[in-house]
């Protein structure tokens, strides 16, 4: 079973973790469920034994490690079990105030450290804490997949019949309607030129027209229910749902050198084209 998960740093009822579950069927990815989480206990139901259908490959949207040139700096630990530990153990008023004194100290137009991954993902550096918090997207989610005892390829050894990747949805967003934004959380930016991009969006992932090479397929409800959600958050889980899959069919699920060269401090988003 393959699973996308939209992930938030702090889950409630009108901003919920969103889970898409699908299966590939000759060729294509049929879309099975969209869900919702409302908070962490359901989270961790998930993904613990017994939880999903397994045996599960899910692509998550939020960052799995950290900068390497952050850990050394900071004096914090290098393999990734020790370092989430370390992490998890800090609040997040510890992790701002100690990120804002790293970037306080380098120039202007250097002041966040990044992630190999974060240049051809084009994705935001993990250690920023606002717009958006992806520093504690990885403080909430992070540990508790560690905790899970889920199989992280290229970053931790767990079951393999649970496997975690890092996915990130703006890399195929962007393939299919370039820059033009498609969601917003504020309800006065939920305008006709949004729905429009949501539209297209689905329009070419239905006709599978994007280098992944998967055609996805959605009802009518399904499609409408995408369109209507102006926050986006149901897409994004389908877009993680979409890498997924496709990394489900690639050899090391695509890693770097089949994970094998995956920085163990910093992981890898799943779904980027060869360099």
């Known amino acids: 079973m393959l699973y996308g998960v939209d992930f938030t740093s702090a889950p409630s009822r009108r901003k919920p973790i969103t889970v898409a579950r699908g299966e590939l069927q000759q060729g294509a990815l049929r879309l099975l469920e969209l869900s919702t989480l409302a908070d962490f206990e359901r989270f961790e139901a998930a993904i613990a034994p017994g939880g999903w259908t397994q045996p599960w490959v899910a692509g998550f949207d939020?960052?799995?490690?950290?900068?390497?040139?952050?850990?050394?700096?900071?004096?914090?630990?290098?393999?990734?079990?020790?370092?989430i530990r370390h992490y998890a153990g800090?609040?997040?008023a510890d992790i701002r105030?100690?990120?804002?004194?790293?970037c306080d100290a380098r120039p202007a137009g250097g002041k966040?450290?990044?992630?190999?991954?974060?240049?051809?993902?084009?994705?935001?550096p993990s250690m920023k804490w606002v717009n958006p918090p992806v520093a504690f997207m990885l403080?909430?989610?992070?540990p508790r997949l560690l905790q899970a005892g889920v199989h992280l390829p290229g970053l931790h050894a767990g079951d393999p019949q649970r496997v975690a990747l890092e996915a990130y949805p703006g890399v195929l967003?962007?393939?299919?309607?370039?820059?033009?934004?498609?969601?917003?959380?504020?309800?006065?930016?939920?305008?006709?030129?949004?729905?429009?991009?949501?539209?297209?969006?689905i329009d070419a992932l239905e006709q599978g027209r994007t280098r992944l090479g998967l055609r996805v397929r959605l009802s009518h409800a399904q499609r409408d229910d995408l369109v209507a959600d102006a926050s986006g958050d149901r897409l994004d889980a389908l877009l993680c749902l979409v890498q997924t899959a496709h990394a489900q069919r690639l050899?090391?699920?695509g890693l770097p050198g089949e994970g094998r060269d995956v920085d163990p401090v910093e992981g890898w988003i799943i779904g980027l084209a060869p360099t």
């Open 62 to 83: 939020l960052p799995f490690g950290l900068p390497r040139e952050l850990v050394l700096a900071l004096g914090w630990p290098t393999e990734w079990p020790a370092l």
């Open 90 to 92: 800090l609040s997040r």
């Open 97 to 102: 105030d100690r990120f804002a004194a790293f």
């Open 112 to 124: 966040f450290a990044h992630r190999a991954t974060d240049a051809p993902a084009g994705s935001s």
């Open 139 to 142: 403080h909430a989610g992070a």
């Open 173 to 201: 967003a962007r393939e299919l309607i370039g820059s033009r934004s498609y969601k917003s959380d504020d309800r006065a930016r939920q305008t006709p030129e949004r729905l429009i991009a949501r539209k297209d969006l």
């Open 251 to 253: 050899s090391g699920y």
